[in-house]
């Protein structure tokens, strides 16, 4: 088989799961989309400090809000879902922080507490970078992006939101 073919029916398998799904996940992967495009470009071409600001209220990097009770926790599974297909459909394109920012502002929009974390390693980061940071977005106990890479960075600070913010 060519490439064009294999790549028409890759396409075409994509668009019948996509077709498939219910409208509450259609409606979810697009406002997935339009946010990892935001803060995509707004992580390439703004600096970090004219946007760190929209995070929210800065904590300690070990905060963890416990008063939050009776989290959603299907419509955070189903964020982290949406999340990671769209970003798995654009082959890994987006980082953490783009990740961590565009799960952050649906949770802000749909009321629920949040906090995204900004972390190091105290070691090297990957290609012998020598900051190795990593960002995850958590509400409450729950991390909803970001949890697998999480492990060996040390928090440094977590933007946290509430509805009432």
């Given at each position: 088989m060519t490439r064009p073919a294999k790549m028409?029916?890759?396409?075409?398998?994509r668009i019948r799961n996509f077709l498939g799904l219910a409208r509450s996940r259609k409606r979810?992967?697009?406002?997935?989309?339009?946010?990892?495009l935001r803060a995509s470009w707004t992580v390439r071409r703004r600096p970090f400090q004219t946007y760190v600001t929209s995070f929210g209220n800065p904590k300690p990097g070990d905060f963890v809000d416990d008063s939050l009770e009776n989290l959603p926790v299907g419509q955070l599974r189903d964020l982290h879902w949406a999340l990671t297909r769209v970003n798995r459909v654009a082959r890994g394109r987006f980082t953490c922080l783009m990740l961590a920012m565009a799960g952050k502002r649906v949770l802000n929009r749909r009321g629920v507490p949040n906090s995204l974390v900004l972390a190091a390693r105290p070691d090297r980061g990957a290609?012998?970078?020598?900051?190795?940071?990593?960002?995850?977005?958590?509400?409450?106990?729950?991390?909803?992006?970001?949890?697998?890479e999480s492990v060996?960075?040390?928090?440094?600070?977590?933007?946290?939101?509430?509805?009432?913010?």
């Open positions: 028409r029916r890759l396409v075409i398998r979810l992967l697009a406002e997935v989309t339009i946010e990892l290609d012998n970078d020598p900051f190795g940071a990593h960002s995850w977005l958590r509400s409450g106990q729950y991390v909803v992006i970001g949890a697998e060996g960075h040390i928090p440094l600070v977590s933007y946290h939101s509430t509805p009432l913010d």
